[in-house]
């Protein structure tokens, strides 16, 4: 029998209300020794909550009772809303493992959730990310592969491909004979089809997964241009040294932003020079690099430059600002002063979101890696389609394994080499 765990599944430290957590085939004889009579599955009731051998007396409580199979495990699970003092918890730790509970382990509510198919594996990466969400963005993209949606999409590709797979399977039988034209068709036009729905999340993978990750903006240079200065007031913070000497940043310097809802790594780098100062070369070489690899550039030119020099190339997204516009009548920003950040602010989040809105539902790289092989098995079977011979075997074999691919990133087979990894990411009570 699976044993019965509790956890704090609200924050801990002092608070209003702690609500404690109770799932697993036991929780209705534990939760019933402390409060007497539970309510009814799928309603709350008002209890005090005491301890049967003593009768000592441990808080009042909300009591949720869910039943199996319309809980967040499936299993059967009563929440306790006590207040939330640490001797409260505590105490109801105490009582809950005196009647058979156990502390629950990193994320095995939602490992039980899994088991039991309340939640398939997306839906569990979109719930992790959803409890570490810091930004709207984050939120939202998370909300929506934690309700199903990516779950959703993959049933019908796989449903599609199912009939496919019969309708081959119908062919075959036809052996010698010829195969009727209306039956290829189909078959084709059913491969064709989930091909492009598939392409279409592939191409919004990256900003699915820089949403999640972050966007990365690189402030780049000549020295002493003031890009450290200008970071800093971007940050809203003095992480990064500035000084008159041209040279001070040699690492890439980076702080986490929201700018517009989104979740942005703002790089500070080296001025971008030719220099004999070994270090210093160093930082410039990083500097490019990431430059490079950054989803955008804010180029900063000093006083007098009049335009971007050719050591990092830029996209025609990227923004080139004139810095200094406290002593300098063609600048149009100023670390020093903030002029000009506001701007500044708004066409980066402009640019930004710009992005994001091409995202699709693909969180995590191993969705991405999935569907990249169910795409290649697809064209395969398609160019199969194609030739004059009979090729119902392959062709069959092919989509086979693009419905296998679909399967790994539903978690519907290969689930367990991953539930670590997944589940380490998690918090306790959850
Ligand atoms: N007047 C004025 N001075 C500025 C402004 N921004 C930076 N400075 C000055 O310019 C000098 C260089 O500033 P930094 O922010 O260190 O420049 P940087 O581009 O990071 O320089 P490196 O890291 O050496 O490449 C310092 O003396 C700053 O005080 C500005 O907007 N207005
Ligand atoms: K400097
Ligand atoms: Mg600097």
């Known amino acids: ?24 085939p036991q929780a209705i004889e534990i939760a019933s020794k ?15 909550l005491r301890m049967v051998e003593t009768g000592e007396l441990i808080d009042e409580a909300l ?30 730790g105490t009582a809950l493992e005196s009647y058979g509970a156990r502390p629950a382990d990193r994320g095995e509510f939602t490992r039980r959730a899994l088991e039991n ?33 990516l779950s959703e999409a993959v049933e019908t590709w796989r449903a599609d491909l199912l009939r496919a797979l019969a309708l081959l399977a119908a062919n075959i039988d036809f ?38 990750s972050g966007f990365e903006v690189a402030i780049i240079g000549r020295p002493n241009a003031g890009k450290s200065t200008l970071f800093n007031r971007l940050a809203g913070s003095d992480a990064a040294i500035t ?6 940043t040699r690492d890439v310097i980076e702080v986490r932003l929201d700018i517009g809802g989104n979740a942005v790594s703002l790089l500070d780098t080296a001025g971008l020079r030719e220099t004999e100062d070994e270090i210093e070369a160093l930082g410039v070489a990083r500097a490019k690099k990431r430059a490079l690899e950054a989803d955008l550039r804010v180029a900063l030119l000093e006083p007098g430059q009049a335009e971007p020099d050719d050591d990092v190339v830029l996209g025609a997204d990227d923004l080139i600002v004139r810095g200094k516009s406290d002593i300098s009548a063609e600048g149009t920003i100023s670390g020093v002063t903030g002029d000009g950040i506001a701007a500044l602010l708004q066409a980066i989040s402009q640019r930004i979101s710009a992005d994001a809105a091409e995202s699709s539902l693909l969180i995590r790289q191993r969705h991405k890696s999935a569907l990249a092989t169910a795409v ?20 069959s074999e092919e989509v086979r394994l693009a419905v296998r691919s679909l399967d790994v990133l539903v978690g519907r087979i290969d689930v367990e080499d991953l539930l670590g990894e997944i589940f380490s990411s998690f918090c306790i009570g959850k």
């Open 117 to 149: 198919g309340m939640l398939d594996l997306t839906q569990v990466e979109g719930l992790a990310d959803l409890i570490d969400a810091d930004t709207e963005a984050q939120r939202k993209q998370a909300f929506r592969v934690m309700q199903g949606n």
């Open 243 to 248: 000084s008159s000497i041209a040279g001070t």
């Open 34 to 48: 402390l409060c007497r009579s539970l309510p009814e599955p799928g309603s709350h009731a008002l209890r005090k």
């Open 1 to 24: 029998m699976q044993d019965t765990i509790y956890a704090l599944a609200s924050g801990s430290g002092r608070a209003g209300v702690a609500v404690i957590r109770l799932s697993g």
């Open 175 to 212: 052996a010698d004979e010829e195969i009727p034209d209306d039956l290829v068709k189909e078959i084709v036009l059913r491969i064709k089809a989930v091909r492009t729905g598939i392409a279409a999340q592939l191409d919004g993978a990256k900003a699915a997964q820089r949403i999640r």
């Open 63 to 92: 009591i949720l009772r869910f039943a199996a199979g319309a809980s967040f495990t499936g299993e059967d699970v009563v929440e306790f809303q006590c207040h939330g003092s640490l001797a409260v918890v505590a105490a109801m």
């Open 376 to 395: 290649e098995r697809l064209d395969l079977a398609l160019a199969l389609c194609e030739m004059e011979a009979d090729m119902s075997d392959l062709i």
